[in-house]
């Protein structure tokens, strides 16, 4: 097995850094575009305080539909959009655009979700001091709910390791692909349990650092 | 006749609240009421009977259906955002469950209002903090969050920082409902103290009619979103209409045997 590893090693090396960058940029897409959609989402969802309702009702509808697609499926189907993007269709890069995409509005609702729980009346006090709609969601939504933000992306770190690993269909490497790629499609055992081990040991990590952050954060 | 122009207008205010079931329930109905600058003002009630709403229309939290609010002389239902927002600096609130923002500091917390306006540099600011801090007895707990509290000093947080943008007014939703009797007893300690040295009118609406016979001079009592009646608690000159109004007037005697009205606390 050892042996095997020394043989895999390079192509494990690799294959984990192509992994970093999906997550990189998937999770990025997802803070930067899904957090403030999110945001939008609480605002001009039901009793809360929201002026364009239909605004809300609109994005709630556009969210669901893109998490409603299979992501093998939102990945094939968004091809074209890939290329235009990317410039390719192929590889880790190529792969980050369809993983943003689905990851995006995946964000946006656990954002969303998170900002449920600050309580009402915390936001009225505010509003009653004067605060304007931008100061209560950057000096009181996002301070109260930080803690469960962080919680949010840890949830969504470690879905899309595994969703990653479907990049591999369209070549888009990385851990969870070559686990395919070599176990399963190729029998080669060892090569899976490392790579099903590596991920393991992200996934806890992940989980740890999440967990750990949040508490720190959390002042309740 | 300076003392007799209201700080607190309300003119034929009407709200309604639609109810999920359908129908619609009218929380306050065609309400006029003057509050007077340096007063504390109780507003009673069963539950239901509208006093919270009445309250909340005092800084617009409720939009009236129909009539008017003025605060200083300023009508707020005239006013656009903006200019809302600016004139809610003047008044302040507090709320039983306090509000408090639970992971800022009791520092920030008082802060909040100010740096929301951007009106103070830094000092200035931290002298203010430092001051409200200091009114409510707090100062040693600027650094704490607000889970490290007691309800009682929650409260007095909540206070200070309602009085850190220097307001005229302050309203006070069911300020006490939260708290123990003791801690009830030092958070109107507290009240009374800030009514008496800085002059700020205070609305308060509470069920506990105790709290308020002790601390109110008028008080309206509340049926139905009507107001039943109007009395200043000392005068016994007729009898009160409402049981509310009666039980009230008992509590308010009971605080001040011994103890000529407003030398309470000199």
Redesign the interface.
């Known amino acids: 097995m050892l042996e095997k590893f020394l043989i895999v090693a390079p192509e494990l090396w690799r294959a984990f850094g192509e992994t970093l960058l999906m997550l990189g940029i998937g999770l990025s897409a997802a803070v930067l575009l899904g957090g403030p959609l999110g945001v939008v989402l609480f605002l001009n969802g039901s009793g809360e305080p929201g002026r364009g309702r239909s605004i809300g009702k609109v994005l709630g509808w556009l969210v669901n539909t893109v998490r409603s697609f299979p992501f093998i499926i939102l990945m094939v189907a968004l091809v074209p959009f890939t290329r235009i993007v990317a410039g390719t269709s192929i590889g880790p890069l190529a792969a980050s655009v369809p993983l943003s995409c689905a990851a995006i509005p995946y964000f946006a609702r656990l954002v969303e979700q998170q900002l449920h729980d600050v ?1 009402r ?2 936001i ?9 709609r931008l ?1 209560i969601v950057t ?2 939504l996002l ?2 709910a ?2 469960g933000l962080v919680l949010a992306l840890t949830v969504l770190a470690i879905s899309f390791l595994s969703y990653s690993a479907v990049a591999g269909v369209v070549g888009g490497g990385g851990i969870g692909d070559l686990a395919i790629r070599y176990g399963y499609y190729r029998f080669e055992t060892d090569v899976m349990v490392i790579t099903v081990a590596i991920l393991i040991a992200m996934v806890q990590l992940i989980q740890f650092g999440g967990g750990r952050i949040a508490r720190r ?4 | 006749m300076t003392a007799s122009i209201p700080v607190i207008r309300v003119e034929r205010a009407n709200k309604a609240f639609a109810l999920p079931e359908g129908g619609r329930f009218d929380a306050v109905r065609d309400v006029s009421l003057d509050i007077l600058p340096g007063e504390i003002f109780g507003l009673v009630g069963r539950s239901g009977a509208g006093k919270s709403t009445l309250l909340r229309l005092m ?1 617009l ?1 409720e939009k009236p259906d129909s009539g008017s609010i003025s605060v200083a002389g300023q009508e707020l239902t005239a006013l656009g955002a903006r200019e ?6 003047r ?1 302040g ?1 507090i ?1 039983q ?1 306090f ?6 500091t009791v520092f920030e917390n008082v802060a ?2 100010l ?3 951007g009106a103070m540099n830094a000092p200035r600011l931290k002298a203010r903090v430092t001051e409200c801090l200091e009114l409510v007895g707090l100062l040693d707990k600027a650094g704490s ?3 490290r509290l007691s309800g009682g000093q929650k409260q007095r947080v909540a206070i200070a ?1 309602a009085l850190a ?1 220097y307001p005229t007014v302050l309203l006070c939703d069911e300020p006490t409902s939260a708290l123990d009797p003791d801690t009830t007893r030092s958070v109107l300690d507290t009240l009374r103290d800030i009514n008496a040295r800085l002059g700020v009118t205070i609305v308060i609406v509470s069920h506990e009619l105790q709290a308020l016979g002790s601390l109110c001079q008028r008080a309206a009592v509340v049926e139905e979103g009507r107001i039943a009646e109007l009395f200043d608690l000392r005068d016994h000159s007729e009898p009160r209409k409402t049981s509310l109004g009666r039980e009230l007037v008992y509590h308010a005697a009971e605080a001040h045997v011994g103890a000529p009205p407003g030398e309470l606390h000199a």
């Open positions: 309580p009346g915390v009225e006090a505010a509003e009653a001091m004067g605060a304007t100061q000096r009181v301070l109260e930080r803690s954060l959390d002042k309740r | 800084n939290l809302l927002r600016e004139a809610r600096r008044i609130m709320y469950h509000n408090l923002l639970a992971n800022a909040f209002p740096r929301i306006h969050y607000p889970a920082r943008s």
